[in-house]
C-alpha cells in the first residue's frame, strides 16, 4: 500500500499570502495519477488537480500542482477567503487508492 | 454533467449490515467510468471502500475486502454499497463518486450513517 504523508498538518496564514502543501509516498507514483482535493466543512471533497499538474474543471489559475516520483506539491499564489480549508492528495498508481491525511489551511 | 445522491439508512444497529444505493443522474454507468465509495469518520481523513465497473469488475480496499460488495445496476442506472458485520468503527459519512481517467470529479453529497442500537 502506498502512504501518503502531507505536511504540514496546520498552515495559519492570512489572505492574500503564497502557500505551499506538500505530499510525500512511500514509493514512487507516476505523475498520471496523484489528485489532490479541497474539503471545506460540510461538504463532498472536490477534485482540484489531476495528473499531479492539471487543473480539473473550473479551478482558478491560482491553484498550480508539481512533483514527480515520491514528492509532490500544491501551491496557491495567493490566499483568497473561500480557500480556507482542507487539502487532500490521492494516488491512483497503486490498489488500494489511498489519500494523505490531510493539511488544514486555516485563517490566521 | 453527472449528478450523484446516495440514499440509505443513517443508522445501523451493531453486527447488522449497511446498505447504501447511489442514484446516477445525467450521465451513464455505462460509461468509462468508476463507481466509487469514499467514506469519512466525524473529524477524520477520507479512506476509499472501493468501486465497480459496469461490466462486472469491482476492487475493494482490503481492511473492507472480507465485509464489503459494491455493485452496478444498469437497469436503474445506480450503484450501491453493502457491509457486512458493522461496529462502531464503521461510523462515517459516506460518498459515492465518479472516478474517470484522473481523480474523483463527481461525488454525491454525502450520508452519515451511524452504527448503534
Known amino acids: 500500500e502506498i502512504v501518503l504523508t502531507q505536511s504540514p498538518a496546520t498552515l495559519s496564514l492570512s489572505p492574500g499570502e503564497r502557500v505551499t502543501l506538500s505530499c510525500r509516498a512511500s514509493q514512487s507514483v507516476s505523475d498520471n495519477y496523484l489528485s489532490w482535493y479541497q474539503q471545506k466543512p460540510g461538504q463532498a471533497p472536490r477534485l482540484l488537480m489531476s495528473?499531479?499538474?492539471t487543473r480539473a474543471t473550473g479551478i482558478p489559475a491560482r491553484f498550480s500542482g508539481s512533483g514527480s516520483g515520491t514528492d509532490f506539491t500544491l501551491a496557491i499564489s495567493s490566499l483568497q477567503p473561500e480557500d480556507f480549508a482542507v487539502y487532500y492528495c490521492?494516488?491512483?498508481?497503486?490498489?488500494?487508492?489511498?489519500f494523505g491525511g490531510g493539511t488544514k489551511v486555516e485563517i490566521k | 454533467q453527472v449528478q450523484l445522491q446516495e440514499s440509505g439508512p443513517g443508522q445501523v444497529q451493531p453486527s447488522g449490515t449497511l446498505s447504501l444505493t447511489c442514484g446516477v443522474s445525467g450521465g451513464s454507468l455505462t460509461s468509462s467510468n468508476w463507481w466509487s465509495w469514499v467514506r469519512q469518520p466525524p473529524g477524520k481523513g477520507l479512506e476509499w471502500i472501493g468501486e465497480a465497473y459496469h461490466r462486472g469488475n469491482a476492487n475493494y480496499n482490503p481492511s473492507l475486502k472480507s465485509r464489503v460488495t459494491i455493485s452496478v445496476d444498469k437497469s436503474k442506472n445506480q450503484f450501491s454499497l453493502r457491509l457486512n458485520s458493522v461496529t462502531a468503527a464503521d461510523t462515517a459519512i459516506y460518498y459515492c463518486?465518479?472516478?474517470?481517467?484522473?481523480?474523483?470529479?463527481?461525488w454525491g453529497r454525502g450520508t452519515l450513517v451511524t452504527v448503534s442500537s
Open positions: 463518486a465518479k472516478r474517470g481517467g484522473g481523480g474523483w470529479d463527481q
Open positions: 490521492q494516488q491512483n498508481y497503486n490498489l488500494p487508492l489511498t
Open positions: 495528473g499531479a499538474s
